[in-house]
């Protein structure tokens, strides 16, 4: 009997968790799902055999140490900030680690002892990153294997709300980490275009963007990712001209979400005074000038500030989401970005019976026999409610094959390995079609 180790029982973690019972007797796992709370999933696993669930503090050096002990695979779906310390324990204990998040500096110096060891520590595993990459490199594969070269890629991915439960002027529902959300895109983007380097910094990244149109969803609108450039060479593509990877949003979000970063309410650096005595309205009004006229309204002062209609489109996703009125914020000690990411939640939240969905796009340009072409890669995912939702499949049904190829045997990749390779993607993304999860393909001659 294999065991695996799940770490991590939160939002993300009930496609992988599905998928891991649906395999256990067949493979013959046995599967213990630990985090902070597990409450929600004693129902499920409680007339289970093969699984079992326990509190888990990844901060408790016992605990972590004797839990991974008893594994074969550990899969983290903790905390990006958590997956270290479980890596190094898992290295310790000479034990396979999964996990869907970036390669990061310190992973990057456990490769040589994982090689050494003969472990596999499988990063970027899931949605983006993860499928972004194997379809990528698909095509890509396929481009080089045709005689084509490649001249641009450029890739967008969007955790969003399906149609059917798009139901407030924003267009948008948290799928993922809210926080995450909050804070994305700080620093500066860096990509490539026309063999030019290009910088976008954070107070200028959501007036940049491309504008996209999905046949059957309508139009988006994209926004530069931190880092572009750090896959040319994984990717094979070190001199390929243009470069992009971002996000995608509906049509409208950017322009309003520019509002929150050229205010400050997205800096989670600096804690507020007397956050807990403040209101939505205060919060707001604090971070304005001071009133050149006391009879003007917040809302007007907001718009003249920065430079909006007062009932134009942005100021009516500021008011739907009660910025101008007195709800109390009720946090002590925190930051803009904890009382922008509490009011947030209590509106874009994912209501019972609602629906999210995934869009990604990738695009291609390529010469071959002297002609220009071009192949755009979309796919789009809907989810099935609240609990079972796309952005859960998409980031753990792909950890969930991995998982099962790894114990089978199936993959020699050692060390840190992140899912580029045919052996890896191609077996993925079969199954994942079985899924529902497949990309449409349309090419091209420019």
């Not at 050692?414 to 393909?441: K, M, S, T």
Request: a negative charge; charged letters at 25%; hydrophobic letters at 40%.
């Amino acid at each position: 009997m294999k065991k695996i180790l799940l770490l991590g029982a939160g939002r993300s973690a009930s496609s992988l968790i599905r998928y891991l019972f649906d395999h256990a007797t067949a493979e013959d796992w046995h599967i213990t799902i630990g985090d902070i709370s597990v409450t929600h999933l004693e129902p499920i696993v409680g007339p289970i055999s093969f699984a079992e669930t326990i509190t888990f503090n990844v901060h408790d050096t016992k605990q972590r140490a004797a839990e991974v002990a008893k594994a074969d695979l550990v899969i983290s779906l903790l905390p990006a900030v958590f997956h270290i310390e479980v890596a190094r324990e898992c290295l310790k204990q000479e034990k396979h680690l999964i996990t869907a998040s970036y390669v990061s500096p310190e992973f990057l110096a456990l490769h040589a002892e994982a090689q050494k060891k003969n472990l596999t520590v499988m990063m970027e595993s899931g949605l983006d990153p993860g499928i972004d990459h194997m379809s990528a490199m698909r095509v890509i594969r396929s481009v080089k294997d045709a005689g084509g070269k490649l001249t641009s890629f450029k890739s967008y991915t969007g955790g969003l709300v399906a149609p059917e439960s798009d139901n407030n002027p924003w267009n948008y529902k948290f799928t993922w980490n809210p926080r995450n959300v909050v804070l994305a895109g700080q620093g500066t983007a860096k990509y490539i275009k026309q063999g030019q380097y290009k910088y976008i910094p954070y107070h200028k990244l959501f007036q940049r963007t491309d504008d996209f149109y999905v046949e059957g969803y309508g139009h988006f609108e994209g926004y530069a990712n931190r880092d572009s450039l750090s896959y040319r060479e994984p990717y094979g593509l070190l001199d390929i001209p243009t470069m992009l990877r971002g996000t995608l949003r509906r049509k409208g979000y950017c322009e309003a979400w520019n509002v929150f970063v050229q205010l400050g309410l997205t800096d989670d650096s600096y804690t507020l005074d007397g956050s807990e005595r403040m209101s939505y309205r205060t919060f707001v009004e604090s971070f304005l000038p001071p009133a050149a006229f006391p009879e003007q309204s917040m809302a007007e002062r907001l718009s003249l500030y920065l430079g909006l209609p007062v009932d134009g489109e942005v100021m009516r996703k500021l008011e739907w989401l009660g910025l101008f009125e007195e709800t109390p914020v009720g946090l002590e000690g925190a930051t803009p970005a904890q009382i922008l990411e509490k009011i947030l939640k209590e509106k874009l939240s994912l209501a019972p019976g609602d629906k999210d969905m995934i869009v990604m796009q990738h695009q291609f340009g390529y010469e071959l026999g002297g002609e220009q072409r071009e192949i755009t890669s979309t796919l789009v995912v809907l989810g099935e409610d609240e609990v079972q939702t796309a952005m859960a499949k998409t980031v753990g049904l792909p950890v969930g094959i991995l998982a099962r190829l790894l114990l089978q045997g199936k993959i020699t990749h050692r060390g840190v390995v992140i899912p580029i390779y045919p052996e890896l993607y191609e077996p993925v993304l079969a199954e994942l079609e079985d899924y529902g999860i497949r990309f449409e393909e349309t090419e091209r001659v420019l």
